[in-house]
């Protein structure tokens, strides 16, 4: 039998210009520039994680900027259709003017009783705001970055949960429950005056913040990979033997999943799911701190050892780009 993931480790999606794409992130959402690496198996490529303020594994929603290299994805079946932030209750004013303030469409709903502000990023990637309550707040493992340009008390606490649409419910239920130790929370009926399909809510067993996957069901065809459009979605593994562990329970249910592949900052396994979402299981260590320190995360290109000798060649065919300005908002 398999472990059971706490949750959300990071979110990774496919940007257009790094420029843009990190000035949102950080200047709009007020999430810290933690690293700034390559993708390790393209080198040619930034490879952009922004968080809470050391990287905690829950908070971490990553990019790939493909710039004027990279088609625009269609979103589809086997894709992420949004990503959740938690925010604390009483934030859910300040940050709809905050997005609107940002020239953002902003829609704002209610979903199993909590408020949802849901809104576009530059490129298209879907997010979400959900104010899931004082004890949801109090479980968050976030740490707010004092120097960032969103007041401490408004800060995103880190994941709430992903949407994940499938042509049917049936096998990717399978993996989050019989695989990755989720449980059926609760369900909504499709809604045709609102334009709603039917959603079923999920929690790990092992609660606690960024526990929440949600499944929706569309009748798109299969999504096409690119910019706008989330590249996977991982899952926290304490460590080297649950990566294992994983691995036999994925091959048990006929899945094919990769060995484990040194991500520098954690160890991965990847495995693409029956409805067509790429899954990670993510070691949480040895963290950001790995190659900086913690107070100087994100303000140098880092790359892994192997690719040092190599330096002058990466930097040479990367775009351009300036770390964002942030001005505290505590000052």
């Given at each position: 039998?398999?472990?059971?993931?706490?949750g959300?480790?990071h979110?990774?999606?496919?940007?257009?210009d790094p420029?843009e794409?990190a000035?949102?992130?950080?200047?709009?959402?007020?999430?810290r520039?933690?690293k700034?690496?390559?993708n390790?198996?393209?080198?040619?490529?930034?490879?952009?994680y922004?968080?809470d303020e050391?990287g905690?594994?829950?908070t971490n929603?990553?990019?790939f900027?493909?710039?004027?290299r990279?088609?625009?994805?269609k979103?589809?079946a086997?894709?992420?259709?949004?990503?959740?932030?938690?925010?604390?209750t009483?934030?859910?004013?300040?940050?709809?003017?905050q997005?609107e303030?940002a020239?953002l469409?902003v829609d704002r709903?209610?979903?199993?009783?909590?408020?949802?502000?849901g809104?576009?990023?530059p490129?298209?990637?879907?997010?979400?705001?959900i104010?899931?309550?004082?004890?949801?707040?109090?479980?968050?493992?976030?740490?707010?970055?004092?120097?960032?340009?969103?007041?401490?008390?408004?800060?995103?606490?880190?994941?709430?949960?992903v949407t994940?649409?499938?042509?049917?419910?049936?096998p990717?239920?399978?993996?989050l429950t019989?695989v990755l130790?989720?449980?059926?929370?609760a369900?909504t009926?499709?809604?045709?005056?609102?334009?709603?399909?039917?959603?079923?809510?999920?929690?790990s067993?092992?609660?606690?913040?960024?526990s929440?996957v949600?499944l929706v069901?569309?009748?798109?065809?299969?999504?096409?990979?690119?910019v706008?459009?989330v590249?996977?979605?991982?899952?926290?593994?304490?460590?080297l033997d649950?990566?294992?562990?994983?691995?036999?329970?994925?091959a048990?249910?006929?899945?094919?999943?990769s060995?484990?592949?040194d991500?520098?900052?954690?160890?991965?396994?990847y495995?693409?799911?029956?409805?067509?979402v790429?899954f990670?299981?993510?070691t949480?260590?040895?963290?950001f701190?790995?190659?900086?320190?913690?107070?100087?995360l994100?303000?140098?290109?880092?790359?892994?050892d192997?690719?040092?000798?190599?330096?002058?060649r990466?930097e040479?065919q990367?775009?351009p780009?300036d770390e964002?300005?942030?001005?505290?908002?505590?000052?």
């Amino acid at each position: 039998m398999s472990p059971t993931t706490p949750g959300l480790h990071h979110v990774t999606a496919i940007a257009g210009d790094p420029q843009e794409n990190a000035d949102f992130y950080v200047g709009t959402l007020g999430l810290r520039f933690v690293k700034r690496t390559v993708n390790h198996d393209d080198t040619g490529t930034y490879h952009f994680y922004f968080g809470d303020e050391g990287g905690t594994p829950g908070t971490n929603i990553t990019f790939f900027p493909w710039s004027d290299r990279g088609r625009q994805g269609k979103f589809g079946a086997g894709q992420t259709q949004a990503t959740a932030y938690l925010i604390p209750t009483d934030s859910v004013d300040y940050w709809q003017d905050q997005l609107e303030s940002a020239g953002l469409d902003v829609d704002r709903t209610n979903r199993f009783g909590d408020p949802v502000l849901g809104f576009s990023d530059p490129d298209g990637i879907r997010l979400e705001l959900i104010a899931a309550g004082d004890d949801a707040v109090a479980e968050s493992d976030a740490t707010p970055w004092t120097d960032g340009p969103v007041p401490t008390e408004h800060q995103l606490r880190g994941f709430h949960s992903v949407t994940l649409a499938v042509s049917g419910f049936g096998p990717t239920e399978t993996i989050l429950t019989d695989v990755l130790g989720y449980e059926l929370e609760a369900e909504t009926d499709a809604d045709a005056t609102s334009n709603a399909n039917e959603r079923r809510r999920y929690r790990s067993a092992a609660g606690g913040p960024a526990s929440v996957v949600d499944l929706v069901e569309t009748d798109a065809g299969r999504g096409r990979m690119g910019v706008g459009t989330v590249h996977h979605v991982a899952f926290e593994a304490a460590d080297l033997d649950e990566q294992e562990q994983w691995r036999e329970a994925y091959a048990e249910q006929g899945l094919t999943p990769s060995e484990v592949i040194d991500r520098k900052y954690f160890q991965s396994v990847y495995t693409r799911e029956p409805g067509g979402v790429l899954f990670e299981m993510a070691t949480t260590g040895p963290g950001f701190t790995a190659d900086e320190d913690r107070e100087e995360l994100g303000t140098s290109l880092v790359l892994p050892d192997r690719l040092e000798d190599e330096r002058d060649r990466i930097e040479s065919q990367l775009p351009p780009f300036d770390e964002p300005g942030v001005t505290s908002a505590d000052e």
